[in-house]
Structure formats: C-alpha cells, structure tokens
C-alpha cells in the first residue's frame, strides 16, 4: 500500500483503458499520473504515441482547455500585484468592446439587431464564463454562427491578439453579463488582457510567471523542433471508423510558429508538467518554496462563483447544462464540486477540475491530497466518460 491507496486496486486503471477503450480503437491511447500527499503513487501509459510507436511517460499532448487554468492563475498573480481588480471593466484594457451589444434579432444574411447590455463585462465574468461571450462548435444560436463565420475560434485562422479582441467585439454578446454561464472564449480574451496589462507577449508572461518557476519544461504553445518527435497524434471521432486523424504529430501545426497565443486553448503539455501545476494548487499556491499565488486568492478561486450559488446544470444556457453536472459549481477558472452525491462519481467537497477537448482531464482534491492528471488525444471530450470512470477507479483504490 502506498500513501494509503491499494496498488493493485490501482493497476486496475490501465487494465480497465486497454481494455474499454485502446484495445476495441476507441481512444489511440491513454496515460495516467495520481498523486496523494505529494507522492506519484501511480503512472502507467497504454496505447501508441504514433501508429507503430508505444506511448510514453514523456509523451507531449496538447491540453486545450486544461489551458485555462493556467491562464486564470496568471490573471491572479496580477491581481494580487494591484495591477487589475475583479471588478474592473473589461473596457478598461480592451475598448474595443465599449460599443458591444447584447443579441437581439438577426444573424447569417440579416444585421444583427442588439440593445446596450444592462451592466458591462467585468473581469470576474471572464474568469467564470459569465461575460455573454460563447464557442462558434455550440451551434446553438445566431451568435455561434457569428463565431463560425469570423473564424474568431479557429484553430488556423491569422489572428493576431489585437485583431482577436477587435473581431470578437464586433459580435454581439449572447445574454447581458452575469445573467447566466455560457462556456466560452472568455479566457482568451483574459490572455489579451494579461499581455496589454504586461505589455510584453502573452507567452512570455506565462514561461516568466509559471512554467520557468515551476520547471515545466515542456508546457508551451510551440513544440520545439527537436522535442516534436515527442507529440502525438491527435484524432477526432468517427461515428464508421470510430477514430481519424485530427493532427499528425509529425506534421503538427502546434509545432509551427502561431500569430495568437490562446489562453483558452493553446498550450501543450506532459503528465509530469502538468502535474507540477497541480501539485502547486495543492499546495496552496506554491511548489518548491516557490510561491505562485496565496492560498486565500487560490481558496477564492475554487469557491463556487455562480450567481446564487447553485450548479451548472441551473445556470448553463449551453453546453454542460447536462445532468451530469449536478452538484458542480464554477469558480475563477476551475469547475468545483459542491454536492459529490450529486455528481453520482465519488470524490470531495471543494474538489476542482477541468479538461480539455481532446479528451484530457485533471483533478485536484485538497480533502484527500490527492492529484490526478489524465491525457489522450481524442475530440470532442462528450465522446466517452472516460474521464469520469478514471476518477471513480482512483477513488476506488483508497485503502485507509
């Protein structure tokens, strides 16, 4: 028994992965990192990398939106400097959207008719998704379709950060900030925000103020040339061929050099890196004698920010207003878990979370000290629970 966890209860994880999904083809592969106290009481891999090659520990992955995070976290550190407040005005660094108004009518081949928003956008609103803003993939509503349209939340469209924020401004907001939670590109204007307060490049604040502190040495928003070798193979789902190529890790366009840094989506990672970001949340904000944020800014992050309390499942107009999401609030970045019995998966009071598209996922639970990171490459992330049964086989092993 290790850090109070059954090994072979464990051992169950990669078993239960081959067997479920890499063996019948349905995920290309999978890797795991648990954690309790500190300590790795659990790494295991299963799968190919690439076609003919076995995954490794070291494998890079791109992690999407287990970006925000991240992003959240160094919009904080400047909070804590006095350089912005919560309940600043979005307009304050980002006039663009002094003029943006609230959905009313309209869309495709008919202008937009919209109405002044009843209170402004306000950074607090960018960090819990309620600022009105959305996702073109929802395809929900005539907003979505704006996104789509533009290319404001494409991969491979040429925005540069300024001609980001210019663009998405000139898109109505869905709802007027603060009436409901929308999942949404609200972190990556958050990174726009972080470069103007910094002035310098918005990578550059993330390798100063996080990845360069925490030796994550292998997170950013490029692959270097000589690490590529390491990137997998990315793959979408297929309903006949159940998976087909989505990005080649040798041919990768997260090895080419981009105009926008996403802070919603952006950043590539590893098991280990990642997990030096996780074992700084667990540890209150610092890693290493090295401080990143308080506890108390990191206790208001994960407190459960939607208006009223509540969960998801009420306050959601979009996607994650599903079931499933019962009992989980929204913090300043994190998804937090309010009522476990309601989850119906195992876990803690005051747990947080997030994943990312492709399917990858991580936990913090500072209950149990425990940390989990789980990558594979596989979009969009709704295909299967993996992510769900992995955390119910961790807490399953609990021997103490």
Request: negative net charge.
């Amino acid at each position: 028994m290790s850090e109070g966890f059954d090994k072979a209860r464990l051992d169950r994880i990669p078993a239960f992965l081959q067997a479920k999904y890499v063996g019948p083809g349905r995920l290309p592969h999978a890797a795991t990192l648990v954690s309790r106290r500190g300590e790795v009481v659990h790494q295991s891999v299963v799968g190919e990398g690439r076609p003919g090659e076995a995954l490794k520990e070291d494998a890079i992955f791109r992690i999407a939106s287990m970006t925000k995070p991240i992003t959240s976290i160094a919009f904080m550190m400047l909070v804590e400097e006095g350089k912005v407040a919560l309940g600043d005005p979005l307009t304050r660094f980002c006039p663009e959207f002094k003029d943006t108004g609230v959905f009313v009518a309209g869309g495709g081949n008919i202008p937009f008719v919209t109405r002044p928003p009843s209170q402004p956008i306000r950074m607090v609103d960018l960090l819990r998704h309620t600022a009105g803003l959305t996702y073109g993939f929802q395809e929900r509503t005539p907003v979505d379709a704006a996104y789509r349209k533009a290319r404001i939340d494409d991969f491979d469209a040429d925005y540069t950060m300024d001609g980001f924020i210019e663009g998405l401004a000139k898109i109505p907001l869905q709802f007027d900030p603060g009436a409901h939670w929308n999942y949404s590109m609200a972190t990556d204007v958050l990174g726009a925000v972080i470069e103007r307060i910094e002035g310098k490049p918005f990578a550059e604040v993330l390798q100063e103020r996080i990845f360069g502190p925490l030796a994550m040495v292998d997170t950013g928003f490029k692959v270097p040339a000589d690490q590529q070798r390491r990137l997998t193979d990315c793959y979408m789902f297929d309903p006949q061929a159940k998976m087909k190529i989505f990005d080649n890790g040798a041919t990768s366009r997260w090895a080419k050099n981009r105009t926008l840094h996403s802070g919603g989506g952006g950043l590539v990672s590893t098991l280990a890196d990642y997990h030096r970001f996780c074992l700084m949340l667990l540890g209150g904000g610092q890693l290493d004698g090295v401080r990143i944020v308080s506890r108390k800014t990191l206790a208001l992050m994960t407190a459960n920010h939607l208006g009223g309390g509540g969960d998801l499942v009420q306050h959601s107009v979009g996607i994650f207003s599903e079931a499933e999401n019962a009992g989980v609030g929204f913090g300043l970045g994190f998804a937090v878990t309010e009522q476990p019995a309601q989850t119906l998966t195992p876990g803690s009071a005051g747990d947080y979370y997030w994943g990312g598209m492709f399917s990858t996922g991580f936990f913090v639970d500072p209950v149990e000290q425990i940390c989990m990171v789980f990558m594979t490459q596989l979009m969009p992330s709704s295909t299967y629970p993996v992510r769900r049964e992995v955390k119910t086989l961790i807490h399953a092993a609990l021997d103490d």
